[in-house]
Nanobody, 112 residues
């Protein structure tokens, strides 16, 4: 069973940047879908970005052009580079493996 640990969240001003990391213990496999999701205050959890073992990426419309998902297979770590952050990006960000396993989440707060 893969376990996921997110890190890199924090408080940032509007327009700032953060890079989130999701470290997987154990192999994520040769065929995988790794995703970042978020849940804002009073909102449902939503998909932010995904990356597949085939190299495909997909993003929510709200983050296209600002966020970039990537993976370091040697380190079993998935990243989410977030630029030009907005207050509406405030949420707990979760990592997910193959549509099943969740991490514990990391808080991102965008505020001046």
């Amino acid at each position: 069973q893969v376990q996921l640990v997110e890190s890199g969240g924090g408080l940032v001003q509007p327009g700032g940047s953060l890079r989130l990391s999701c470290a997987a213990s154990g192999s994520i496999g040769s065929a995988y879908v790794m995703g970042w999701h978020r849940q804002g205050p009073g909102k449902q959890r939503e998909l932010v970005a995904v990356i597949t073992s085939g190299g495909s990426t997909n993003y929510a419309d709200s983050v296209k052009g600002r966020f970039t998902i990537s993976i370091n297979n040697a380190k079993n770590t998935v990243y989410l580079q977030m630029n030009s952050l907005k207050p509406e990006d405030t949420a707990v960000y979760y990592c997910r493996h193959n549509g099943a396993t969740w991490g514990q989440g990391t808080q991102v707060t965008v505020s001046s």
